[in-house]
């Protein structure tokens, strides 16, 4: 869960910065697509 909250904090900071984590979040961790 702490790991979902820090995504939204960089997507309200850093919509770009935000995008290029949730990218790499797919590559790396197929799950994190699953539990979506």
Do not use: E
Request: aromatic letters at 22%; glycine letters at 2%.
């Amino acid at each position: 869960m702490d790991f979902i909250i820090r995504l939204f904090s960089d997507f309200r900071l850093q919509p770009f910065l935000f995008s290029c984590k949730l990218k790499a979040s797919f590559y790396r961790d197929p799950l994190f697509m699953a539990g979506r």
